[in-house]
Protein backbone atom coordinates (compact mmCIF):
# COMPACT_ATOMS: atom_id res chain seq x y z
CA UNK A 1 0.00 0.00 0.00
CA UNK A 2 2.91 2.79 0.82
CA UNK A 3 4.34 1.33 -2.23
CA UNK A 4 1.59 2.22 -4.39
CA UNK A 5 0.43 5.40 -2.35
CA UNK A 6 4.22 7.07 -3.22
CA UNK A 7 3.94 5.89 -7.24
CA UNK A 8 0.85 7.91 -7.45
CA UNK A 9 2.27 11.03 -5.29
CA UNK A 10 5.20 11.05 -8.26
CA UNK A 11 3.00 11.02 -11.15
CA UNK A 12 3.26 14.17 -13.67
CA UNK A 13 0.25 16.36 -13.30
CA UNK A 14 0.32 15.39 -17.67
CA UNK A 15 -3.15 18.18 -17.38
CA UNK A 16 -0.93 20.93 -16.33
CA UNK A 17 -0.22 24.04 -18.82
CA UNK A 18 2.75 25.86 -18.86
CA UNK A 19 2.36 28.64 -17.01
CA UNK A 20 1.92 32.22 -19.64
CA UNK A 21 4.51 34.30 -17.53
CA UNK A 22 8.32 34.32 -16.49
CA UNK A 23 10.16 35.70 -14.73
CA UNK A 24 13.49 36.08 -15.95
CA UNK A 25 15.92 37.32 -13.32
CA UNK A 26 18.55 39.54 -15.31
CA UNK A 27 19.41 42.11 -12.38
CA UNK A 28 23.36 40.58 -11.06
CA UNK A 29 26.40 42.51 -11.31
CA UNK A 30 27.95 39.77 -13.14
CA UNK A 31 31.48 39.77 -11.07
CA UNK A 32 32.32 35.86 -11.96
CA UNK A 33 32.11 36.74 -15.81
CA UNK A 34 34.27 39.79 -15.86
CA UNK A 35 36.03 41.28 -18.04
CA UNK A 36 33.44 40.05 -20.03
CA UNK A 37 30.68 42.20 -17.94
CA UNK A 38 33.26 45.20 -17.73
CA UNK A 39 31.13 46.72 -20.93
CA UNK A 40 27.38 44.85 -21.03
CA UNK A 41 25.73 42.78 -18.59
CA UNK A 42 26.04 39.35 -17.95
CA UNK A 43 22.53 37.90 -20.13
CA UNK A 44 24.42 39.97 -22.92
CA UNK A 45 27.21 37.72 -22.79
CA UNK A 46 27.77 35.44 -26.01
CA UNK A 47 27.72 31.57 -25.78
CA UNK A 48 27.54 29.65 -28.99
CA UNK A 49 26.69 32.03 -30.77
CA UNK A 50 24.04 34.31 -29.21
CA UNK A 51 23.64 35.98 -25.99
CA UNK A 52 22.88 33.63 -22.61
CA UNK A 53 19.85 35.80 -22.35
CA UNK A 54 18.48 34.93 -26.01
CA UNK A 55 19.19 30.87 -25.07
CA UNK A 56 16.56 31.77 -22.23
CA UNK A 57 13.74 33.26 -24.48
CA UNK A 58 13.91 30.57 -27.08
CA UNK A 59 13.64 27.85 -24.54
CA UNK A 60 10.27 30.24 -23.27
CA UNK A 61 9.18 30.57 -26.13
CA UNK A 62 9.11 26.76 -27.79
CA UNK A 63 7.36 25.90 -24.28
CA UNK A 64 4.50 28.41 -24.97
CA UNK A 65 5.11 31.23 -22.55
CA UNK A 66 4.04 34.85 -24.29
CA UNK A 67 4.47 37.17 -21.32
CA UNK A 68 7.86 37.78 -19.12
CA UNK A 69 8.84 40.30 -16.87
CA UNK A 70 12.62 40.52 -16.21
CA UNK A 71 14.54 42.90 -13.61
CA UNK A 72 17.31 44.86 -14.29
CA UNK A 73 20.04 46.82 -12.42
CA UNK A 74 23.64 46.52 -14.05
CA UNK A 75 23.81 48.46 -17.54
CA UNK A 76 20.32 48.02 -17.52
CA UNK A 77 19.46 50.47 -20.73
CA UNK A 78 21.70 47.95 -22.78
CA UNK A 79 19.73 44.76 -22.05
CA UNK A 80 16.47 47.23 -22.24
CA UNK A 81 17.35 47.83 -25.72
CA UNK A 82 18.06 44.20 -26.55
CA UNK A 83 14.73 43.09 -24.93
CA UNK A 84 13.00 45.44 -27.55
CA UNK A 85 14.33 43.27 -29.96
CA UNK A 86 11.86 40.52 -28.73
CA UNK A 87 8.50 42.42 -28.52
CA UNK A 88 7.32 40.77 -31.70
CA UNK A 89 7.66 37.23 -29.25
CA UNK A 90 7.14 38.50 -25.85
CA UNK A 91 4.86 41.04 -23.90
CA UNK A 92 7.90 42.52 -22.09
CA UNK A 93 7.51 43.95 -18.61
CA UNK A 94 10.31 45.15 -17.13
CA UNK A 95 10.71 45.28 -13.43
CA UNK A 96 13.46 48.27 -12.46
CA UNK A 97 16.56 47.64 -9.61
CA UNK A 98 17.95 50.57 -10.94
CA UNK A 99 18.10 52.25 -7.70
CA UNK A 100 18.87 49.31 -5.26
CA UNK A 101 19.80 45.29 -6.63
CA UNK A 102 16.95 43.39 -4.66
CA UNK A 103 18.97 40.37 -5.00
CA UNK A 104 16.95 37.35 -6.14
CA UNK A 105 13.87 36.92 -3.50
CA UNK A 106 13.93 41.03 -3.33
CA UNK A 107 13.63 40.52 -6.86
CA UNK A 108 10.61 38.73 -6.75
CA UNK A 109 8.64 40.68 -4.62
CA UNK A 110 9.19 43.84 -6.24
CA UNK A 111 8.20 42.30 -9.96
CA UNK A 112 4.91 40.17 -8.00
CA UNK A 113 2.88 43.11 -8.97
CA UNK A 114 3.84 43.02 -12.70
CA UNK A 115 3.48 38.83 -12.74
CA UNK A 116 -0.53 38.10 -13.92
CA UNK A 117 -0.18 34.01 -13.22
CA UNK A 118 -0.23 32.38 -10.23
CA UNK A 119 1.86 29.79 -10.41
CA UNK A 120 4.52 31.11 -12.90
CA UNK A 121 8.37 30.27 -14.12
CA UNK A 122 11.48 32.22 -12.58
CA UNK A 123 14.31 31.37 -14.54
CA UNK A 124 17.94 32.79 -14.27
CA UNK A 125 18.88 34.77 -17.61
CA UNK A 126 22.36 33.03 -17.65
CA UNK A 127 20.99 29.65 -17.56
CA UNK A 128 22.45 27.54 -20.25
CA UNK A 129 20.50 23.58 -21.06
CA UNK A 130 19.06 21.84 -23.59
CA UNK A 131 16.14 19.51 -23.89
CA UNK A 132 16.02 15.90 -23.03
CA UNK A 133 13.38 14.03 -24.71
CA UNK A 134 10.33 16.28 -23.84
CA UNK A 135 10.63 20.12 -23.89
CA UNK A 136 12.21 20.86 -19.76
CA UNK A 137 9.65 23.59 -18.87
CA UNK A 138 6.53 21.57 -20.24
CA UNK A 139 7.76 18.56 -18.40
CA UNK A 140 8.19 20.93 -15.31
CA UNK A 141 4.83 21.96 -15.08
CA UNK A 142 3.69 18.45 -15.37
CA UNK A 143 4.94 17.49 -12.34
CA UNK A 144 2.98 20.67 -10.79
CA UNK A 145 0.71 19.55 -8.22
CA UNK A 146 -1.87 22.00 -6.95
CA UNK A 147 -2.29 23.10 -3.13
CA UNK A 148 0.78 20.73 -2.21
CA UNK A 149 3.59 22.88 -3.68
CA UNK A 150 5.18 26.49 -3.27
CA UNK A 151 7.79 25.40 -5.02
CA UNK A 152 9.07 23.42 -8.15
CA UNK A 153 13.28 23.30 -8.47
CA UNK A 154 14.29 21.80 -11.24
CA UNK A 155 17.62 20.01 -10.75
CA UNK A 156 20.42 18.37 -12.43
CA UNK A 157 22.30 15.38 -10.51
CA UNK A 158 26.10 16.78 -9.48
CA UNK A 159 27.65 14.37 -12.11
CA UNK A 160 26.21 15.49 -15.06
CA UNK A 161 26.06 19.29 -13.75
CA UNK A 162 28.34 21.07 -16.61
CA UNK A 163 31.57 23.45 -15.19
CA UNK A 164 29.81 22.70 -11.60
CA UNK A 165 32.72 23.17 -9.22
CA UNK A 166 29.93 23.52 -6.30
CA UNK A 167 29.24 20.27 -3.65
CA UNK A 168 25.57 20.49 -4.39
CA UNK A 169 22.48 21.88 -3.53
CA UNK A 170 19.56 19.29 -2.43
CA UNK A 171 19.13 16.05 -1.58
CA UNK A 172 15.66 14.34 -3.13
CA UNK A 173 13.43 12.05 -0.54
CA UNK A 174 11.08 9.60 -3.46
CA UNK A 175 8.51 12.01 -3.73
CA UNK A 176 10.61 15.13 -4.82
CA UNK A 177 10.45 16.82 -1.47
CA UNK A 178 13.91 18.44 -0.89
CA UNK A 179 16.15 19.01 1.85
CA UNK A 180 19.43 21.12 2.82
CA UNK A 181 22.93 19.73 1.99
CA UNK A 182 24.81 19.35 5.20
CA UNK A 183 27.64 21.66 5.89
CA UNK A 184 30.66 20.12 4.86
CA UNK A 185 28.84 17.18 2.55
CA UNK A 186 28.07 16.82 -0.42
CA UNK A 187 24.35 17.06 -2.29
CA UNK A 188 23.33 14.29 -4.89
CA UNK A 189 21.10 17.20 -6.73
CA UNK A 190 22.35 20.92 -8.35
CA UNK A 191 19.80 23.60 -8.69
CA UNK A 192 19.38 24.74 -12.59
CA UNK A 193 18.26 28.25 -12.03
CA UNK A 194 14.84 26.91 -13.10
CA UNK A 195 12.02 26.63 -11.33
CA UNK A 196 7.82 27.10 -11.03
CA UNK A 197 6.60 28.59 -7.99
CA UNK A 198 2.63 29.95 -6.18
CA UNK A 199 2.82 33.65 -5.38
CA UNK A 200 1.83 31.96 -1.60
CA UNK A 201 5.74 31.50 -1.64
CA UNK A 202 5.82 35.18 -1.42
CA UNK A 203 4.15 35.90 1.22
CA UNK A 204 5.26 37.81 4.38
CA UNK A 205 8.53 38.97 2.64
CA UNK A 206 11.00 40.73 4.00
CA UNK A 207 11.83 44.22 3.20
CA UNK A 208 14.83 45.64 1.08
CA UNK A 209 17.11 43.07 -0.59
CA UNK A 210 17.27 39.16 -0.01
CA UNK A 211 18.21 35.47 -1.26
CA UNK A 212 15.13 33.52 -2.25
CA UNK A 213 16.84 30.64 -0.03
CA UNK A 214 14.55 32.43 2.93
CA UNK A 215 11.71 31.43 0.52
CA UNK A 216 13.07 27.95 -0.15
CA UNK A 217 13.56 27.08 3.88
CA UNK A 218 10.11 27.99 4.80
CA UNK A 219 8.74 25.82 2.48
CA UNK A 220 11.11 22.84 2.90
CA UNK A 221 9.83 23.30 6.71
CA UNK A 222 6.82 23.20 5.56
CA UNK A 223 7.31 20.19 3.03
CA UNK A 224 5.99 22.27 0.26
CA UNK A 225 9.15 22.53 -1.42
CA UNK A 226 9.36 20.12 -4.27
CA UNK A 227 12.01 19.13 -7.12
CA UNK A 228 12.22 17.03 -10.18
CA UNK A 229 15.33 16.06 -12.25
CA UNK A 230 16.33 17.69 -15.48
CA UNK A 231 16.60 15.32 -18.35
CA UNK A 232 18.65 16.58 -20.69
CA UNK A 233 22.03 18.52 -20.76
CA UNK A 234 22.86 21.34 -18.08
CA UNK A 235 25.96 23.67 -17.69
CA UNK A 236 26.99 26.21 -15.23
CA UNK A 237 27.82 29.23 -17.41
CA UNK A 238 29.40 31.78 -14.93
CA UNK A 239 32.63 32.82 -15.62
CA UNK A 240 34.80 33.24 -18.90
CA UNK A 241 36.31 29.72 -18.69
CA UNK A 242 33.04 27.87 -18.74
CA UNK A 243 32.11 29.29 -21.85
CA UNK A 244 34.76 27.61 -23.86
CA UNK A 245 34.34 24.55 -21.98
CA UNK A 246 30.19 24.89 -22.83
CA UNK A 247 30.81 25.70 -26.30
CA UNK A 248 33.69 22.33 -26.80
CA UNK A 249 30.65 19.76 -24.96
CA UNK A 250 28.44 20.95 -27.26
CA UNK A 251 30.66 20.76 -30.61
CA UNK A 252 31.52 17.28 -29.63
CA UNK A 253 27.93 16.29 -28.91
Same mark, same amino acid.
Given at each position: ?????????????????????? +??? *??????????????????????????????????? #????????????????????????????????????? #?? $?????????? !? *??????????????? @??? /? %????? @????????? /? #?????????? %???????????? !?????????? $???????? #?????????? !? +?????? %?? @???????????? /? @?????????????? !??? /????????????????????
Amino acid at each position: MTRKTRALSLRPAVEAAVPDTA +MVM *AAGLGKRMRPLTATRPKPLVEVAGKPLIDHVLDRL #RAAGVGRIVVNVHYLADALEAHLKGHASDFDVTVSDE #RA $RLLETGGGLV !Q *AEKLIDADPFLVVNS @DNF /W %LDGPT @DTLRMLASH /W #REGEMDALLL %LVPHARAGNHRG !QGDFHMKPDG $RLSRRATG #RVAPYVYTGI !Q +MVSKKL %LR @DAPEGPFSTNIF /W @DRAISENRCFGVVH !QGL /WFDVGSPASIGATELALANG
